[in-house]
């Protein structure tokens, strides 16, 4: 089972959480200054470091070289998260190991010669960093991290410095982007060293109302510390979410526009890609709060994955055209969101 089919604690409002660590290897420059030379002999040491090593984690991994790969395969892993949309743009010299479930994945050649990720459902940050934590001190028996007393984990951008964690959590804000707070909330963050970001990270925009919470900060704080940072915040949105959607659940037109998204799921022939995570995003609410029934939150969750346009052509292994990746993904919906009914009066 895939993690992204599971739903974790708070999973109402926290769709999941993910870790990343930046570590980059002595003696090589960093990836933007390294020769293709130099990062095919990084591959080869972070790819060897794990799958030849006496864990049993290294049983769980496997490695995908990224030249070999197609374009909508490598798409498919951003839109799994497996990636970022950084790591695919150019892909000469870099891999990436995946666990069997896909809730860790090692980047190799990203900005930094490794971004060791984890994923899990819900809201389990101190389970994530304690599964990177691990991760780490693995790779660290046979790969040279470079680390300096007074900086750190030394990384390409200064802003990852110390010790190279990001941590961050997907969450699914509508009714607080519903109230146009968003903005305020978002600056606001930055004076706290958090900063909220589009679904897919740093650029992009965010769709169905998923919004990314992460740490800015690195340098000067230990990891334990800004987990409890970045947690305290988390929970205020959390709680802050939970009290609007209580106060906006009443509202007829909002109660409106859940019914008929659970509708059009449930009978569409065909859905653009934005229209479907809009719908998709009402749905969520109307479950959370119990507007609706038939349906459960890991169905959602998966076929929020699943529906997106590079996976369905990796699922189907070929190229559609936009009008067939809209009628599959249609068909996707009506399987999981046909079986919704109303369960307010």
Request: hydrophobic fraction near 40%.
């Amino acid at each position: 089972m895939k993690w992204y089919e599971k739903a974790g604690p708070s999973g109402d409002v926290v769709c999941s959480t993910r870790v990343r660590l930046a570590r980059n290897l002595r003696p090589y420059p960093f990836p933007g200054r390294a020769s293709l030379e130099q990062k095919e002999e990084i591959k080869r040491k972070v790819r060897d470091a794990l799958l030849s090593g006496n864990s049993i984690l290294s049983k769980e991994f496997r490695f995908l070289p990224l030249e070999e790969m197609g374009e909508e395969t490598a798409v498919s892993l951003v839109e799994r998260h497996i990636v970022s949309p950084e790591f695919i743009a150019d892909r000469q010299g870099k891999g990436v190991l995946i666990s069997e479930d896909e809730s860790v994945s090692i980047m190799i050649n990203e900005e930094d010669h490794l971004r060791i990720q984890v994923l899990r459902e819900g809201l389990s940050l101190k389970e994530a960093a304690e599964t990177a934590d691990r991760l780490d001190t693995l790779l660290s028996e046979t790969l040279p991290f470079a680390f300096d007393p007074e900086f750190g984990y030394l990384t390409q951008c200064p802003t990852n410095l110390g010790t190279g964690m990001r941590a961050s959590f997907m969450l699914h804000l509508p009714a607080l982007q519903e109230s146009g707070s968003m903005g305020r909330i978002s600056a606001n963050l930055s004076k706290l060293g958090l900063t909220l970001r589009g679904t897919y990270g740093e650029g992009t925009k965010v769709t169905g109302a998923l919004y990314q919470l992460s740490n800015q900060i690195t340098l000067g704080l230990s990891e334990n510390e800004a987990i409890e940072n970045l947690s305290a915040i988390a929970g205020q949105l959390i709680d802050e979410e939970r009290r609007l959607r209580k106060q906006m659940g009443k509202n007829l037109l909002l109660q409106d526009k859940i019914t008929r998204a659970a509708g059009l799921l449930g009978s569409a022939r065909m859905l653009s890609t934005g229209e479907f995570m809009e719908l998709l995003s009402y749905v969520r609410f109307g479950v959370a709060e119990g507007m609706l029934r038939g349906v459960s939150p890991e169905e959602l969750n998966t076929l929020s994955i699943h529906a997106q346009p590079a996976t369905l052509m990796a699922q189907e292994k070929q190229a559609l055209t936009e009008n067939q990746r809209d009628a599959l993904r249609a068909r996707l919906a009506r399987q999981v969101c046909g079986k919704l009914e109303p369960a307010i009066e």
